[in-house]
């Protein structure tokens, strides 16, 4: 676009040649002489040979034309000032108070709106009126007054404060020590900010559900045993026990691996065999919880609980399932060493009682 425009410019007549022209992406306000829009916009698509890029325009109507969010009006006196531009299909609709979303988001509604309004509208008289027209739509979308005065007053204090610290030139700012998303439980998430914050730890806030994963699915669903990067469980058929484990390669792989060695050992399972294989530590837990209590293990219901691509992150998550399943085929509680700080939220939501891994 940049080469196509500085030819363009170059190349056309005098007579259409803009004397304003600036650009966002693919939309470009200009300021040409009256009666040549349309010879300006014959030249614009001769310059690009292939007919890929085609420029259409919109003249000014009554003194106003729009460019991005403004809308720009020409004044009596030759000046112009900035509106705020609304397209006519626009239904001043905005995330509903009553929604199930933290209330700085929906604070964030509001800030948003009147932010644009400082920022685009130059004239104090359109920026009341403007004001007007935002606090009306939002209370069609159920925002309550307090809620819209609250974010008038900390926009000012703000203001007061960015002002108070560009005259003192400050130099030094104090580093964030990181950021953690989190998803959005009411009553859970707030609390939880608030800790990270006195640690001077970011958070950032997302919904659990979204329109997105919910009605986009721009790829095919891969089975379980084709996934990789898994922390994964496989059921025992006789018993509630599961076995937790993680890997980087396919959960197939993974599982055709521990289906080698329970079958390497349970072939003939006699009485003296079983009484050795009590004896003896096997490489899988899983080959050892069928060994020692001769059960059959479900590789069918084989199941990933959770997926990280890095390695760590992988072993953080493996620990956290075993944590919070009820019974384990598991000989530890896997490579990392979850702090029991954790297991208040570790629970089991239909018993209201931690849970905890027993090795069986």
């Keep these: 676009m940049e080469w196509l425009e500085h030819q363009a410019i170059a190349t056309a007549p005098v007579e259409c040649k803009p004397r304003l022209w600036k650009r966002y992406v693919d939309d470009v306000l200009e300021v040409i002489r009256k009666g040549t829009v349309c010879q300006l916009t ?5 310059v690009d040979t292939t007919g890929s890029i085609k420029f259409t325009y919109e003249e000014e109507a009554d003194g106003q ?34 929604s199930h979303h933290p209330l700085h988001q929906k604070l964030g509604v509001i800030r948003t709106l009147l932010d ?30 307090w809620a819209i005065t609250q974010v008038k007053k900390d926009m000012q204090q703000k203001r007061k404060a960015e002002q108070k610290k560009e005259k003192q030139r400050k130099t030094t700012k104090e580093k964030s020590k990181g950021l953690v998303v989190i998803p959005y439980v009411k ?20 919904p659990h559900r979204t329109l997105r994963n919910i009605l986009v699915h721009p790829k095919d669903k891969v089975t379980d045993d084709k996934k990789s990067d898994v922390v994964y469980k496989i059921p025992c ?5 599961s076995y937790i484990g993680e890997t980087g390669r396919t959960l197939g792989t993974r599982i055709k691996e521990h289906r080698s060695e329970v079958d390497s050992v349970t072939g003939a399972f006699t ?32 199941t990933v609980v959770d997926t990280a691509a890095d390695r760590s992150q992988r072993h953080i998550k493996e620990a956290v399932w075993i944590r919070k399943t009820s019974r384990t085929m598991n000989r530890d509680e896997g490579v990392y060493q979850l702090s029991h700080v ?19």
């Design 65 to 98: 034309i729009p460019f991005l969010d403004t809308l720009i009006v020409r004044k009596e006196d030759g000046s112009v000032k900035l509106l705020v531009y609304r397209k006519k299909t626009h239904t001043d609709q905005y995330l509903d108070f009553s």
């Design 342 to 360: 954790w297991d208040y939220l570790l629970t089991d939501v239909t018993t209201g009682r931690k849970q905890k891994s027993l090795v069986v």
């Design 187 to 206: 009553g859970l998430s707030e609390t939880f900010t608030r800790i990270m914050r006195e640690h001077g730890i970011s958070t950032a806030i997302r």
């Design 271 to 302: 009485r003296a065999a079983k009484v050795r294989a009590e004896s003896t530590e096997n490489k899988s837990a899983i080959t050892d919880h069928v060994a020692s209590r001769n059960h059959v293990i479900d590789w069918e219901k084989a």
């Design 116 to 145: 644009r309004c400082n920022s685009l509208v130059t004239e104090d008289k359109d920026r009341e009126r403007e004001e007007q027209h935002i606090t009306k739509a939002l209370q069609q979308c159920r925002y309550p007054t």
């Design 42 to 46: 014959d030249h614009l698509n001769t």
């Design 237 to 241: 058929k006789n018993c509630e026990a």
